[in-house]
């Protein structure tokens, strides 16, 4: 074993570029971080940029490090979809070969009317929408009537908003959970239930923190499930736990925004573990990809940065920090979906930032998951390559 702890940052949506096969997905052209740094050219981010992020591709308001303290390099994403889900399972290993199934002109009439008859209460909505939309659209109605708002989107899931002044919390998440029951199987399979509760009057609303997914389970084994069977450390940080369903995770954290992840991070690397730390912060994708908010997402970019000192602090010889993405969300595509696009990877420990080296592009996210398992000399994912020994080069 090399290192004996690794933390990886998910920063959820961050893409570095379209993929070949964007066009497929109707993304052709898109690119996250370079369209966000044309949008909003005063952006800052000095502290990424010295890890070398600028060095990945060309990004307009962010420079090359001539010295990079990170080893850096993109992850191209092999499984079939865009998704969170298929994102996080590709980063540990899981290829996902086939795709979740989507909903573009809402569920079918008869799950819908068994959600109903299960949980007493009508629903609204049942279509393709934003989170705020939905809400400006048919808040008011539930508030008078006391019905579920769902809706979807690109990806696969069911979303249940619900009022918490209307609708108790408890009740919610029993309904969500009642709807991951009806579609667990064909011919309804969705990939995520997702509670998003919220408060507030009509014009006014604001989702509250206690959104909480309700995944499907992992298909198969991942580099958790070996990391944690081999009676290594495996903990979680934000909505990780959700995304696989609680399988090969020890300790979890759920967090209530990106600056409450960070804090979280913080505080568990000031402890003593051995394994691997799991983080996602959610905020770059849910508050301002979907939304299509180029400003919100680069002052969203700017806080992360702010911290990345913070964290490097806590990174010791033995240690590896690993930032990087599950998908792409270009604030200025067209429409509210993920897009296909490449994911950043910075890998920093004291170290190696010495002579810290690109890592090339790598043919898949899951080569992520085989550089742990081998560091942690664990079993091999079928998926995936690992670039420990280009690590080693730099020992």
Same mark, same amino acid.
């Given at each position: 074993?090399?290192?004996?702890?690794? /933390?990886?940052?998910?920063?959820?949506?961050?893409?570095?570029?379209?993929?070949?096969?964007? @066009?497929?997905?109707?993304?052709? &052209?898109?690119?996250?971080?370079?369209?966000?740094?044309?949008?909003? =050219?005063?952006?800052?981010? @000095?502290?990424?940029?010295?890890?070398?992020?600028?060095?990945?591709?060309?990004?307009?308001?962010?420079?090359?490090?001539?010295?990079?303290?990170?080893?850096?390099?993109?992850?191209?994403?092999?499984?079939?979809?865009?998704?969170?889900?298929?994102?996080?399972?590709?980063?540990?290993?899981?290829?996902?070969?086939?795709?979740?199934?989507?909903? =573009?002109?809402?569920?079918?009439?008869?799950?819908?009317?068994?959600?109903?008859?299960?949980?007493?209460?009508?629903?609204?909505?049942?279509?393709?929408? #934003?989170?705020?939309?939905?809400?400006?659209?048919?808040?008011?109605?539930?508030?008078?009537?006391?019905?579920?708002?769902?809706?979807?989107?690109?990806?696969?899931?069911?979303?249940?908003?619900?009022?918490?002044?209307?609708?108790?919390?408890?009740?919610?998440?029993?309904?969500?959970?009642?709807?991951?029951?009806?579609?667990?199987?064909?011919?309804?399979?969705?990939?995520?239930?997702?509670?998003?509760?919220?408060?507030?009057?009509? &014009?006014?609303?604001?989702?509250?923190?206690?959104?909480?997914?309700?995944?499907?389970?992992? $298909?198969?084994?991942?580099?958790?499930?070996?990391?944690?069977?081999?009676?290594?450390?495996?903990?979680?940080?934000?909505?990780?736990?959700?995304?696989?369903?609680?399988?090969?995770?020890?300790?979890?954290?759920?967090?209530?925004?990106?600056?409450?992840?960070?804090?979280?991070?913080?505080?568990?690397?000031?402890? /003593?573990?051995?394994?691997?730390?799991?983080?996602?912060?959610?905020? $770059?994708? /849910?508050?301002?990809?979907?939304?299509?908010? =180029?400003?919100?997402?680069?002052?969203?970019?700017?806080?992360?940065?702010?911290?990345?000192?913070?964290?490097?602090?806590?990174?010791?010889?033995?240690?590896?920090?690993?930032?990087?993405?599950?998908?792409?969300?270009?604030?200025?595509?067209?429409?509210?979906?993920?897009?296909?696009?490449?994911?950043?990877?910075?890998?920093?420990?004291?170290?190696?930032?010495?002579?810290?080296?690109?890592?090339?592009?790598?043919?898949? $996210?899951?080569?992520?998951?085989?550089?742990?398992?081998?560091?942690?000399?664990?079993?091999?994912?079928?998926?995936?390559? #690992? $670039?420990?020994?280009?690590?080693?080069?730099?020992?």
């Amino acid at each position: 074993m090399k290192f004996e702890r690794i /933390s990886v940052i998910v920063l959820d949506s961050v893409g570095i570029g379209a993929l070949p096969d964007a @066009p497929a997905f109707g993304d052709e &052209g898109s690119h996250t971080l370079g369209h966000i740094c044309e949008q909003v =050219p005063n952006m800052k981010l @000095p502290n990424l940029a010295a890890l070398g992020l600028g060095n990945i591709a060309p990004l307009a308001t962010i420079p090359e490090a001539t010295n990079p303290q990170a080893c850096y390099g993109k992850m191209a994403e092999v499984s079939v979809g865009k998704d969170t889900m298929t994102g996080h399972w590709e980063l540990m290993g899981l290829k996902v070969e086939v795709p979740f199934q989507v909903y =573009p002109n809402g569920f079918p009439p008869e799950l819908i009317e068994k959600f109903e008859a299960l949980t007493g209460r009508k629903v609204i909505g049942n279509k393709p929408s #934003s989170g705020t939309e939905i809400l400006d659209e048919y808040g008011e109605e539930q508030l008078r009537t006391g019905a579920w708002i769902v809706y979807t989107s690109g990806d696969s899931v069911l979303q249940i908003a619900a009022h918490e002044e209307v609708i108790p919390l408890e009740e919610l998440y029993r309904a969500c959970e009642i709807a991951r029951e009806l579609t667990l199987n064909d011919p309804y399979v969705v990939g995520r239930i997702i509670a998003r509760p919220y408060i507030g009057d009509p &014009g006014a609303y604001k989702r509250t923190p206690n959104r909480h997914d309700y995944a499907l389970v992992p $298909f198969g084994e991942t580099v958790l499930d070996q990391l944690k069977n081999e009676g290594y450390d495996v903990i979680s940080v934000g909505k990780i736990n959700d995304i696989f369903t609680g399988q090969g995770i020890n300790e979890s954290f759920p967090t209530k925004s990106n600056l409450d992840g960070i804090e979280t991070t913080i505080k568990q690397l000031m402890r /003593s573990f051995k394994g691997l730390l799991f983080v996602n912060l959610v905020d $770059f994708d /849910s508050l301002y990809g979907h939304r299509r908010d =180029p400003k919100g997402y680069a002052a969203c970019l700017e806080e992360f940065d702010r911290y990345v000192p913070e964290l490097m602090q806590q990174i010791g010889d033995k240690d590896l920090l690993i930032i990087t993405a599950d998908h792409g969300n270009d604030p200025t595509a067209p429409g509210t979906d993920h897009t296909r696009e490449y994911v950043p990877i910075l890998i920093y420990n004291p170290v190696l930032a010495k002579a810290s080296i690109s890592i090339g592009t790598r043919d898949t $996210f899951a080569d992520l998951a085989a550089t742990i398992a081998d560091n942690f000399m664990v079993n091999q994912p079928k998926t995936g390559e #690992s $670039f420990l020994e280009l690590l080693k080069m730099n020992d």
